[in-house]
Protein backbone atom coordinates (compact mmCIF):
# COMPACT_ATOMS: atom_id res chain seq x y z
CA UNK A 1 0.00 0.00 0.00
CA UNK A 2 1.55 3.03 -1.13
CA UNK A 3 -0.96 5.56 0.52
CA UNK A 4 -1.24 6.47 3.94
CA UNK A 5 -5.03 4.94 4.86
CA UNK A 6 -6.19 7.15 7.48
CA UNK A 7 -6.74 5.52 11.36
CA UNK A 8 -10.44 5.26 12.38
CA UNK A 9 -11.13 7.65 15.38
CA UNK A 10 -13.09 6.13 18.21
CA UNK A 11 -16.28 4.35 16.92
CA UNK A 12 -18.58 1.91 17.50
CA UNK A 13 -17.00 -0.06 14.63
CA UNK A 14 -13.40 0.30 15.88
CA UNK A 15 -12.34 -3.26 15.92
CA UNK A 16 -13.08 -2.79 12.58
CA UNK A 17 -10.58 -4.19 10.29
CA UNK A 18 -8.93 -1.06 8.49
CA UNK A 19 -8.82 -0.24 5.14
CA UNK A 20 -5.53 -0.82 4.79
CA UNK A 21 -5.79 -4.33 6.20
CA UNK A 22 -8.87 -5.42 4.23
CA UNK A 23 -7.13 -4.30 1.11
CA UNK A 24 -3.62 -6.32 1.83
CA UNK A 25 -5.93 -9.31 2.86
CA UNK A 26 -7.55 -9.28 -0.51
CA UNK A 27 -4.64 -9.97 -3.13
CA UNK A 28 -6.96 -9.03 -6.11
CA UNK A 29 -7.12 -5.45 -4.52
CA UNK A 30 -5.29 -2.65 -5.09
CA UNK A 31 -5.48 1.34 -4.87
CA UNK A 32 -3.74 3.21 -7.62
CA UNK A 33 -3.21 6.86 -6.92
CA UNK A 34 -4.44 8.64 -9.41
CA UNK A 35 -7.97 6.03 -10.89
CA UNK A 36 -8.27 4.47 -6.92
CA UNK A 37 -9.21 1.18 -6.11
CA UNK A 38 -8.37 -1.63 -8.74
CA UNK A 39 -9.40 -4.95 -9.19
CA UNK A 40 -6.68 -6.97 -10.44
CA UNK A 41 -5.55 -4.16 -13.56
CA UNK A 42 -8.73 -2.87 -13.58
CA UNK A 43 -9.85 0.34 -12.12
CA UNK A 44 -13.70 0.11 -10.13
CA UNK A 45 -14.73 3.89 -10.81
CA UNK A 46 -13.96 3.17 -14.98
CA UNK A 47 -16.32 -0.25 -14.47
CA UNK A 48 -18.70 2.07 -12.98
CA UNK A 49 -18.99 4.73 -15.64
CA UNK A 50 -19.03 1.88 -18.74
CA UNK A 51 -21.52 0.07 -17.28
CA UNK A 52 -23.41 1.55 -14.26
CA UNK A 53 -24.37 0.85 -10.85
CA UNK A 54 -25.05 -1.18 -8.97
CA UNK A 55 -23.00 -3.87 -10.76
CA UNK A 56 -21.01 -6.42 -8.90
CA UNK A 57 -17.36 -7.32 -10.52
CA UNK A 58 -15.71 -10.41 -10.50
CA UNK A 59 -11.81 -12.21 -10.61
CA UNK A 60 -10.91 -14.30 -12.61
CA UNK A 61 -7.79 -14.56 -11.15
CA UNK A 62 -9.38 -15.04 -7.87
CA UNK A 63 -11.16 -17.81 -8.77
CA UNK A 64 -8.30 -19.16 -10.89
CA UNK A 65 -5.72 -18.81 -7.55
CA UNK A 66 -8.24 -20.11 -4.62
CA UNK A 67 -9.42 -22.88 -7.15
CA UNK A 68 -5.55 -23.98 -7.59
CA UNK A 69 -4.66 -23.75 -3.88
CA UNK A 70 -7.80 -25.73 -2.61
CA UNK A 71 -6.09 -28.72 -5.49
CA UNK A 72 -2.85 -28.33 -3.71
CA UNK A 73 -4.36 -28.30 -0.16
CA UNK A 74 -6.12 -31.95 -1.46
CA UNK A 75 -3.21 -32.98 -3.52
CA UNK A 76 -0.50 -31.95 -0.51
CA UNK A 77 -2.62 -34.50 2.03
CA UNK A 78 -2.19 -37.15 -0.22
CA UNK A 79 -6.18 -37.37 -1.07
CA UNK A 80 -7.54 -38.52 -4.39
CA UNK A 81 -9.87 -36.13 -4.27
CA UNK A 82 -12.35 -34.16 -7.02
CA UNK A 83 -13.98 -30.41 -6.10
CA UNK A 84 -17.34 -29.52 -7.63
CA UNK A 85 -17.81 -26.26 -7.42
CA UNK A 86 -21.27 -25.63 -5.64
CA UNK A 87 -22.91 -23.60 -8.11
CA UNK A 88 -25.73 -21.64 -6.23
CA UNK A 89 -23.12 -19.56 -4.87
CA UNK A 90 -22.61 -17.84 -8.17
CA UNK A 91 -24.11 -19.68 -10.97
CA UNK A 92 -22.93 -17.07 -13.67
CA UNK A 93 -21.87 -18.41 -16.83
CA UNK A 94 -18.70 -16.85 -17.03
CA UNK A 95 -17.53 -17.55 -13.00
CA UNK A 96 -18.94 -21.04 -13.43
CA UNK A 97 -16.21 -21.12 -16.78
CA UNK A 98 -13.23 -20.01 -14.98
CA UNK A 99 -13.80 -22.91 -12.91
CA UNK A 100 -14.27 -25.63 -14.85
CA UNK A 101 -11.46 -24.52 -17.16
CA UNK A 102 -9.41 -25.09 -13.87
CA UNK A 103 -10.84 -28.39 -13.55
CA UNK A 104 -13.48 -28.39 -11.43
CA UNK A 105 -17.00 -30.10 -11.69
CA UNK A 106 -20.17 -28.48 -10.12
CA UNK A 107 -22.56 -29.15 -7.49
CA UNK A 108 -26.07 -28.53 -8.66
CA UNK A 109 -29.37 -28.02 -6.68
CA UNK A 110 -31.77 -27.37 -9.66
CA UNK A 111 -33.01 -27.98 -12.96
CA UNK A 112 -31.93 -24.51 -13.64
CA UNK A 113 -27.94 -24.70 -12.10
CA UNK A 114 -28.08 -27.95 -13.94
CA UNK A 115 -28.50 -25.90 -17.02
CA UNK A 116 -26.10 -23.78 -15.81
CA UNK A 117 -23.35 -25.47 -15.04
CA UNK A 118 -23.80 -27.43 -18.83
CA UNK A 119 -24.03 -23.89 -20.56
CA UNK A 120 -20.73 -23.22 -18.59
CA UNK A 121 -19.00 -26.40 -20.12
CA UNK A 122 -18.92 -28.40 -17.12
CA UNK A 123 -19.21 -31.71 -18.51
CA UNK A 124 -22.09 -34.77 -16.94
CA UNK A 125 -19.70 -36.55 -16.06
CA UNK A 126 -18.10 -33.85 -13.29
CA UNK A 127 -21.68 -33.27 -12.04
CA UNK A 128 -23.44 -34.06 -8.58
CA UNK A 129 -27.37 -32.84 -8.02
CA UNK A 130 -27.90 -32.44 -4.06
CA UNK A 131 -31.03 -31.21 -2.72
CA UNK A 132 -33.81 -32.24 -0.33
CA UNK A 133 -36.49 -31.54 -2.40
CA UNK A 134 -36.11 -32.56 -6.42
CA UNK A 135 -38.73 -33.07 -8.43
CA UNK A 136 -39.74 -35.71 -10.74
CA UNK A 137 -38.29 -33.13 -13.62
CA UNK A 138 -35.26 -32.81 -11.95
CA UNK A 139 -34.22 -36.06 -12.29
CA UNK A 140 -35.68 -36.88 -15.45
CA UNK A 141 -33.08 -33.97 -16.55
CA UNK A 142 -30.20 -35.33 -14.03
CA UNK A 143 -30.65 -39.12 -15.96
CA UNK A 144 -31.22 -37.63 -19.06
CA UNK A 145 -27.98 -36.31 -18.87
CA UNK A 146 -26.24 -39.01 -17.53
CA UNK A 147 -24.82 -36.74 -14.83
CA UNK A 148 -22.00 -38.26 -12.39
CA UNK A 149 -24.15 -38.83 -9.54
CA UNK A 150 -27.34 -38.39 -7.23
CA UNK A 151 -27.07 -37.31 -4.10
CA UNK A 152 -30.64 -38.89 -2.08
CA UNK A 153 -31.49 -37.15 0.89
CA UNK A 154 -34.68 -39.23 1.81
CA UNK A 155 -35.76 -43.22 1.26
CA UNK A 156 -38.60 -41.71 -0.35
CA UNK A 157 -36.54 -39.90 -2.74
CA UNK A 158 -34.55 -43.37 -3.61
CA UNK A 159 -37.69 -45.15 -4.26
CA UNK A 160 -38.59 -42.29 -6.60
CA UNK A 161 -35.29 -42.06 -8.41
CA UNK A 162 -35.48 -45.80 -8.77
CA UNK A 163 -39.25 -46.09 -10.18
CA UNK A 164 -37.86 -43.37 -12.53
CA UNK A 165 -34.38 -44.73 -13.83
CA UNK A 166 -36.07 -48.28 -14.40
CA UNK A 167 -38.93 -46.62 -16.45
CA UNK A 168 -35.98 -45.09 -18.35
CA UNK A 169 -34.30 -48.20 -18.62
CA UNK A 170 -31.51 -46.07 -16.87
CA UNK A 171 -28.90 -46.50 -14.15
CA UNK A 172 -28.73 -43.74 -11.08
CA UNK A 173 -25.52 -43.39 -9.77
CA UNK A 174 -26.31 -42.61 -5.90
CA UNK A 175 -24.87 -41.54 -2.79
CA UNK A 176 -27.24 -41.55 0.14
CA UNK A 177 -26.48 -37.94 2.09
CA UNK A 178 -26.66 -38.33 6.06
CA UNK A 179 -26.98 -36.08 8.52
CA UNK A 180 -24.41 -36.63 10.86
CA UNK A 181 -26.08 -34.67 13.93
CA UNK A 182 -23.11 -32.08 14.71
CA UNK A 183 -23.35 -28.34 15.02
CA UNK A 184 -21.09 -26.90 12.66
CA UNK A 185 -21.54 -23.74 14.34
CA UNK A 186 -22.47 -20.99 12.28
CA UNK A 187 -25.13 -18.92 11.74
CA UNK A 188 -28.50 -21.00 12.73
CA UNK A 189 -30.44 -20.38 8.67
CA UNK A 190 -27.03 -21.80 6.75
CA UNK A 191 -26.53 -24.87 9.37
CA UNK A 192 -27.71 -27.93 7.78
CA UNK A 193 -26.36 -31.09 9.75
CA UNK A 194 -28.16 -31.25 12.74
CA UNK A 195 -31.08 -34.15 13.41
CA UNK A 196 -33.53 -30.77 13.61
CA UNK A 197 -32.38 -29.83 10.12
CA UNK A 198 -34.24 -31.17 7.24
CA UNK A 199 -31.22 -32.42 5.49
CA UNK A 200 -29.98 -35.88 4.64
CA UNK A 201 -31.26 -39.05 6.44
CA UNK A 202 -30.30 -39.83 10.05
CA UNK A 203 -27.00 -41.65 10.50
CA UNK A 204 -28.63 -44.34 12.30
CA UNK A 205 -31.27 -45.05 9.82
CA UNK A 206 -28.63 -45.12 6.71
CA UNK A 207 -27.24 -48.68 6.88
CA UNK A 208 -30.80 -49.96 6.42
CA UNK A 209 -31.86 -47.08 3.71
CA UNK A 210 -28.77 -47.62 1.82
CA UNK A 211 -29.21 -51.65 2.30
CA UNK A 212 -32.19 -51.06 0.56
CA UNK A 213 -31.01 -48.66 -2.32
CA UNK A 214 -28.19 -51.87 -3.67
CA UNK A 215 -31.52 -53.74 -3.88
CA UNK A 216 -33.91 -51.81 -5.79
CA UNK A 217 -33.54 -52.01 -10.05
CA UNK A 218 -32.53 -48.26 -11.75
CA UNK A 219 -29.71 -47.24 -8.73
CA UNK A 220 -25.95 -48.12 -8.43
CA UNK A 221 -25.58 -46.91 -5.08
CA UNK A 222 -21.67 -45.36 -4.94
CA UNK A 223 -21.45 -43.92 -1.27
CA UNK A 224 -22.44 -41.60 1.16
CA UNK A 225 -22.50 -37.81 1.22
CA UNK A 226 -22.46 -34.87 3.84
CA UNK A 227 -22.72 -31.44 3.73
CA UNK A 228 -22.99 -29.45 7.45
CA UNK A 229 -23.49 -26.32 6.90
CA UNK A 230 -21.77 -22.90 5.23
CA UNK A 231 -19.40 -20.39 6.26
CA UNK A 232 -18.04 -22.69 8.61
CA UNK A 233 -15.12 -20.88 10.76
CA UNK A 234 -15.08 -22.74 13.89
CA UNK A 235 -12.06 -24.60 13.62
CA UNK A 236 -12.26 -28.43 11.88
CA UNK A 237 -13.70 -29.89 14.88
CA UNK A 238 -16.91 -30.41 13.39
CA UNK A 239 -15.96 -31.09 10.59
CA UNK A 240 -13.45 -33.80 11.85
CA UNK A 241 -16.77 -35.35 14.14
CA UNK A 242 -18.77 -35.37 10.84
CA UNK A 243 -16.13 -37.31 8.75
CA UNK A 244 -15.48 -39.71 11.93
CA UNK A 245 -18.94 -40.69 12.10
CA UNK A 246 -19.03 -41.28 8.09
CA UNK A 247 -16.13 -43.33 8.11
CA UNK A 248 -17.81 -45.33 10.89
CA UNK A 249 -20.63 -45.82 8.42
CA UNK A 250 -18.42 -46.97 5.65
CA UNK A 251 -16.99 -49.47 7.62
CA UNK A 252 -20.40 -51.04 8.63
CA UNK A 253 -21.54 -50.86 5.13
CA UNK A 254 -18.59 -52.34 3.64
CA UNK A 255 -19.14 -54.85 6.48
CA UNK A 256 -22.50 -55.79 5.72
CA UNK A 257 -21.31 -56.43 2.19
CA UNK A 258 -22.56 -53.42 0.57
CA UNK A 259 -20.27 -51.36 -2.39
CA UNK A 260 -19.52 -47.82 -1.14
CA UNK A 261 -16.63 -46.54 -3.79
CA UNK A 262 -16.54 -42.76 -2.85
CA UNK A 263 -17.14 -40.12 0.28
CA UNK A 264 -18.87 -36.67 -0.75
CA UNK A 265 -18.02 -33.92 2.02
CA UNK A 266 -20.02 -31.90 1.14
CA UNK A 267 -19.04 -27.96 1.26
CA UNK A 268 -19.31 -24.83 3.58
CA UNK A 269 -15.97 -23.67 4.07
CA UNK A 270 -15.76 -20.41 5.39
CA UNK A 271 -13.89 -17.22 4.46
CA UNK A 272 -12.87 -14.23 6.20
CA UNK A 273 -15.14 -11.18 5.77
CA UNK A 274 -13.75 -9.30 8.59
CA UNK A 275 -11.92 -10.84 11.08
CA UNK A 276 -12.95 -13.77 11.46
CA UNK A 277 -10.04 -16.56 11.28
CA UNK A 278 -11.24 -19.40 9.09
CA UNK A 279 -9.69 -22.51 8.45
CA UNK A 280 -7.31 -22.83 5.42
CA UNK A 281 -7.87 -25.36 3.01
CA UNK A 282 -5.44 -27.50 4.57
CA UNK A 283 -6.84 -27.91 7.62
CA UNK A 284 -9.75 -29.52 5.57
CA UNK A 285 -7.44 -31.74 3.75
CA UNK A 286 -6.38 -32.90 7.00
CA UNK A 287 -9.33 -33.13 8.76
CA UNK A 288 -10.48 -35.55 5.74
CA UNK A 289 -7.29 -37.36 5.31
CA UNK A 290 -7.32 -37.93 9.13
CA UNK A 291 -10.77 -38.87 9.41
CA UNK A 292 -11.31 -40.81 6.17
CA UNK A 293 -7.95 -41.61 4.61
CA UNK A 294 -7.89 -44.99 5.72
CA UNK A 295 -11.15 -46.28 3.93
CA UNK A 296 -8.46 -45.71 0.49
CA UNK A 297 -11.72 -44.13 -1.27
CA UNK A 298 -11.92 -41.07 -3.47
CA UNK A 299 -13.27 -38.41 -2.24
CA UNK A 300 -15.31 -34.73 -3.55
CA UNK A 301 -15.92 -31.59 -2.02
CA UNK A 302 -18.36 -29.13 -2.79
CA UNK A 303 -17.23 -25.43 -2.07
CA UNK A 304 -18.89 -22.21 -2.96
CA UNK A 305 -18.54 -19.68 -0.99
CA UNK A 306 -15.20 -20.85 -0.35
CA UNK A 307 -14.38 -20.29 -3.89
CA UNK A 308 -16.24 -17.17 -5.47
CA UNK A 309 -17.16 -15.22 -1.98
CA UNK A 310 -13.83 -13.27 -2.17
CA UNK A 311 -13.35 -13.42 -6.16
CA UNK A 312 -16.38 -10.81 -6.02
CA UNK A 313 -17.24 -6.94 -5.14
CA UNK A 314 -20.66 -5.01 -5.54
CA UNK A 315 -19.60 -1.19 -6.58
CA UNK A 316 -22.47 1.11 -5.45
CA UNK A 317 -23.09 4.71 -6.11
CA UNK A 318 -23.96 7.02 -2.82
CA UNK A 319 -27.05 8.74 -4.07
CA UNK A 320 -27.12 11.24 -0.79
CA UNK A 321 -25.72 11.55 2.77
CA UNK A 322 -28.56 12.38 5.16
CA UNK A 323 -28.68 12.71 8.67
CA UNK A 324 -28.11 15.62 11.54
CA UNK A 325 -27.06 13.42 14.19
CA UNK A 326 -26.91 9.85 12.35
CA UNK A 327 -25.04 9.65 8.81
CA UNK A 328 -26.94 7.64 6.62
CA UNK A 329 -24.76 7.37 3.21
CA UNK A 330 -27.69 5.78 0.96
CA UNK A 331 -26.59 3.66 -1.87
CA UNK A 332 -27.98 3.01 -5.02
CA UNK A 333 -27.23 -0.90 -4.47
CA UNK A 334 -29.95 -2.49 -1.81
CA UNK A 335 -30.64 -5.69 -0.09
CA UNK A 336 -32.33 -6.64 -2.59
CA UNK A 337 -28.92 -7.22 -4.29
CA UNK A 338 -27.13 -8.24 -1.97
CA UNK A 339 -29.01 -9.90 0.89
CA UNK A 340 -26.84 -11.27 3.65
CA UNK A 341 -26.50 -8.30 5.65
CA UNK A 342 -30.50 -8.47 6.31
CA UNK A 343 -30.67 -12.09 5.85
CA UNK A 344 -27.60 -13.09 8.48
CA UNK A 345 -26.75 -10.17 9.81
CA UNK A 346 -23.53 -10.36 8.06
CA UNK A 347 -20.76 -8.18 8.04
CA UNK A 348 -19.13 -6.73 4.47
CA UNK A 349 -16.16 -4.61 4.15
CA UNK A 350 -17.13 -1.40 2.59
CA UNK A 351 -14.51 0.34 0.56
CA UNK A 352 -14.55 3.90 -0.98
CA UNK A 353 -13.13 3.38 -4.96
CA UNK A 354 -11.90 7.43 -5.26
CA UNK A 355 -8.46 7.52 -4.16
CA UNK A 356 -8.74 10.77 -2.15
CA UNK A 357 -11.92 9.21 -0.66
CA UNK A 358 -9.29 6.13 0.71
CA UNK A 359 -7.24 8.46 2.63
CA UNK A 360 -9.76 11.00 3.96
CA UNK A 361 -11.12 11.47 7.86
CA UNK A 362 -13.38 9.17 8.62
CA UNK A 363 -16.35 8.95 11.01
CA UNK A 364 -19.41 6.30 11.82
CA UNK A 365 -22.02 6.17 9.24
CA UNK A 366 -25.01 3.72 8.51
CA UNK A 367 -24.30 2.84 5.15
CA UNK A 368 -27.80 2.06 3.86
CA UNK A 369 -29.84 0.98 0.69
CA UNK A 370 -32.59 2.95 -0.57
CA UNK A 371 -35.33 0.27 -0.34
CA UNK A 372 -38.27 0.43 2.21
CA UNK A 373 -37.18 -1.69 5.07
CA UNK A 374 -34.88 -1.18 7.81
CA UNK A 375 -33.26 -4.18 7.48
CA UNK A 376 -31.64 -2.32 4.24
CA UNK A 377 -28.98 -1.65 6.16
CA UNK A 378 -25.05 -2.75 4.82
CA UNK A 379 -23.43 -1.02 7.41
CA UNK A 380 -24.04 0.19 11.13
CA UNK A 381 -21.56 2.91 12.57
CA UNK A 382 -19.11 2.36 10.10
CA UNK A 383 -16.14 4.20 9.53
CA UNK A 384 -16.34 5.99 6.43
CA UNK A 385 -15.06 9.22 4.36
CA UNK A 386 -17.55 11.91 3.44
CA UNK A 387 -18.94 10.76 0.41
CA UNK A 388 -20.68 13.04 -1.43
CA UNK A 389 -23.78 11.95 -4.06
CA UNK A 390 -22.23 10.18 -6.68
CA UNK A 391 -18.93 8.92 -5.05
CA UNK A 392 -18.52 4.86 -5.65
CA UNK A 393 -17.99 2.49 -2.88
CA UNK A 394 -17.56 -1.11 -3.26
CA UNK A 395 -19.07 -4.20 -1.19
CA UNK A 396 -16.43 -6.65 -0.64
CA UNK A 397 -16.52 -10.55 -0.48
CA UNK A 398 -19.90 -10.36 -2.46
CA UNK A 399 -18.72 -12.95 -4.95
CA UNK A 400 -21.12 -15.80 -3.10
CA UNK A 401 -24.57 -15.57 -2.06
CA UNK A 402 -24.69 -11.74 -3.94
CA UNK A 403 -26.19 -12.07 -7.33
CA UNK A 404 -27.66 -15.15 -7.00
CA UNK A 405 -29.62 -13.95 -3.50
CA UNK A 406 -30.67 -10.39 -5.40
CA UNK A 407 -34.66 -10.36 -6.25
CA UNK A 408 -36.70 -7.59 -7.74
CA UNK A 409 -38.46 -6.27 -4.84
CA UNK A 410 -39.10 -2.67 -5.17
CA UNK A 411 -39.41 -3.26 -8.45
CA UNK A 412 -35.90 -2.67 -9.01
CA UNK A 413 -33.88 -4.30 -11.95
CA UNK A 414 -31.36 -7.18 -11.35
CA UNK A 415 -27.83 -5.59 -11.59
CA UNK A 416 -25.41 -6.19 -14.09
CA UNK A 417 -22.11 -8.23 -13.57
CA UNK A 418 -18.66 -7.81 -14.83
CA UNK A 419 -15.97 -10.36 -14.94
CA UNK A 420 -12.44 -8.65 -14.65
CA UNK A 421 -9.67 -11.14 -16.21
CA UNK A 422 -5.77 -9.19 -15.96
CA UNK A 423 -6.35 -5.94 -17.76
CA UNK A 424 -9.74 -7.01 -19.38
CA UNK A 425 -12.81 -6.38 -18.19
CA UNK A 426 -16.53 -7.67 -20.04
CA UNK A 427 -20.15 -7.24 -18.90
CA UNK A 428 -20.95 -11.07 -18.03
CA UNK A 429 -25.12 -10.63 -17.69
CA UNK A 430 -26.64 -7.26 -18.80
CA UNK A 431 -28.17 -5.09 -16.47
CA UNK A 432 -32.08 -6.27 -16.15
CA UNK A 433 -34.06 -3.56 -18.57
CA UNK A 434 -37.67 -2.10 -17.31
CA UNK A 435 -38.81 -3.88 -19.95
CA UNK A 436 -37.83 -7.29 -18.96
CA UNK A 437 -38.79 -6.70 -15.56
CA UNK A 438 -42.87 -5.89 -16.47
CA UNK A 439 -42.61 -7.85 -19.81
CA UNK A 440 -43.82 -11.63 -17.82
CA UNK A 441 -46.49 -9.85 -16.67
CA UNK A 442 -50.22 -10.11 -17.76
CA UNK A 443 -53.20 -8.08 -17.35
CA UNK A 444 -56.80 -10.13 -17.82
CA UNK A 445 -59.04 -8.44 -19.83
CA UNK A 446 -61.64 -8.20 -17.20
CA UNK A 447 -59.89 -5.69 -15.75
CA UNK A 448 -60.67 -3.55 -18.40
CA UNK A 449 -59.31 0.08 -16.92
C1 LIG B 1 -24.74 -24.93 -0.30
C2 LIG B 1 -24.12 -26.27 -0.48
C3 LIG B 1 -22.76 -26.37 -0.71
C4 LIG B 1 -21.83 -25.19 -0.74
O1 LIG B 1 -21.73 -24.55 0.49
P1 LIG B 1 -20.61 -23.43 0.70
O2 LIG B 1 -20.80 -23.01 2.10
O3 LIG B 1 -20.89 -22.34 -0.27
O4 LIG B 1 -19.29 -24.05 0.46
C5 LIG B 1 -22.23 -27.63 -0.92
N1 LIG B 1 -23.01 -28.74 -0.89
C6 LIG B 1 -24.34 -28.67 -0.67
C7 LIG B 1 -25.15 -29.90 -0.65
C8 LIG B 1 -24.95 -27.43 -0.45
O5 LIG B 1 -26.26 -27.36 -0.20
Known amino acids: ?85 AMKANDNLAVARVLAAGGAGADVVSEGELRAARAAGIPASAIVFSGVGKTERDLRLALAEDIFQINAESAEEIEMISALASSLGRVARVCLRVNPDVDARTHAKITTGKAENKFGVAIGDAPAIYARMAALPGIEPIGIAMHIGSQITAGMSAYRAAYAKLADLVRALRAAG ?96 GAAALTAPLSPADVVGPVCETGDTFARGRAMPALPPGSLVALLDAGAYGATMSSTYNARPLAAEVLVDGARFAVVRDRQSYEDLLARQRLPAWLSP
Open 258 to 353: LPVSRVDCGGGLGIPYRDEIAPLPEALAGAIKATLGDLGLPVMIEPGRWLAGPAGVLVAQVILQKGATRRFVVLDAAMNDLLRPAMYDAWHGILPV
Open 1 to 85: MALPLTALPGADSVDDPSYAELIAARPSLSVDPVAGLMLEEVSLARIAAVVGTPVWVYSAGTLRRRLASLRAALEGAGLNATIHY
